[in-house]
């Protein structure tokens, strides 16, 4: 039972336009959501982040958005670069009262390319 | 430079030995964790630890063993019940911040491939 779904395996776009990477959830006790970067042959980096109290966060050029009625949010990246190209995996998290962190839930997984 | 530590990034081992993969973390991080990615996959939970002398397993646990006796330490011990032991593992460790979520930050990761 998959918590944690994107549904596009790959993605390619134009230098500078806008990348869109979209996330499904269906646990409905998910509070918190991320977004990881992740290059071949290296750990995930941390990206961007949302609480379930918001619809929206921003940082430089990466936005997500979070819908909670239809359990779904989305990462936008612009304009997209080169360098963004890598692999990219949202993650949600259930708050524990009593626990010193968050385990993750990832997703499968959305490949980008950025086009020169 | 605080951070995580995996090592080795690249092991080989034969069918029916078991391996231990190593992580230590100096970020002063309670909660370790394990995933292990799989080609065209995500990252699925193997065992995670809230606190030292404490785990608890993952999603996919079976064919694993670990062990938390000092908070900068959580290896991972790969058995030979483990199915299909190749794979890229990640190690992570994360801080419950004053507003009671947290981020996880991952090490380099170590690639185990049985022969």
């Known amino acids: 039972d998959q918590q944690v779904k994107q549904n596009s395996p790959s993605l390619s776009v134009q230098e500078g336009r806008i990348s869109i990477l979209n996330c499904d959830y269906t646990?409905?006790?998910?509070?918190?959501f991320l977004w990881y970067k992740k290059y071949p042959a290296e750990g995930p980096t941390f990206l961007i982040s949302?609480?379930?109290?918001?619809d929206k966060n921003e940082d430089g050029r990466f936005t997500v958005f979070l819908n909670k009625s239809a359990k779904h949010l989305s990462l936008h990246i612009v304009p997209s670069q080169p360098g963004d190209s890598a692999v990219y995996f949202c993650?949600?998290?259930?708050?524990?009262?009593?626990?010193?962190?968050?385990?993750?839930?990832f997703g499968g997984g959305t490949r980008v390319l950025v086009k020169p | 430079d605080g951070g995580i530590t995996q090592s080795p990034k690249y092991l080989f081992r034969k069918e029916g030995q078991n391996v231990t993969l190593s992580c230590e973390q100096n970020?002063?991080?309670?909660?370790m964790y394990w995933y292990r990615q799989d080609p065209g996959q995500g990252l699925r939970l193997i065992y995670y630890?809230?606190?030292?002398?404490?785990?608890q397993k993952g999603d996919i646990a079976e064919g694993y063993s670990v062990s938390r006796e000092k908070k900068e330490s959580f290896p991972l011990t790969v058995t030979s019940a483990q199915k299909n032991p190749t794979a890229f593992y990640l190690c992570?460790?994360?801080?419950?911040?004053?507003?009671?979520?947290?981020?996880?930050?991952f090490g380099q990761g170590t690639r185990l491939t049985v022969v």
């Open positions: 949302i609480s379930s109290i918001k």
């Open positions: 970020l002063n991080h309670d909660a």
């Open positions: 630890s809230q606190i030292v002398n404490d785990f």
């Open positions: 646990n409905s006790m998910f509070d918190y």
């Open positions: 992570a460790s994360s801080i419950r911040g004053r507003t009671g979520v947290t981020e996880a930050f």
């Open positions: 993650a949600a998290s259930a708050r524990e009262i009593k626990a010193a962190g968050n385990k993750l839930t």
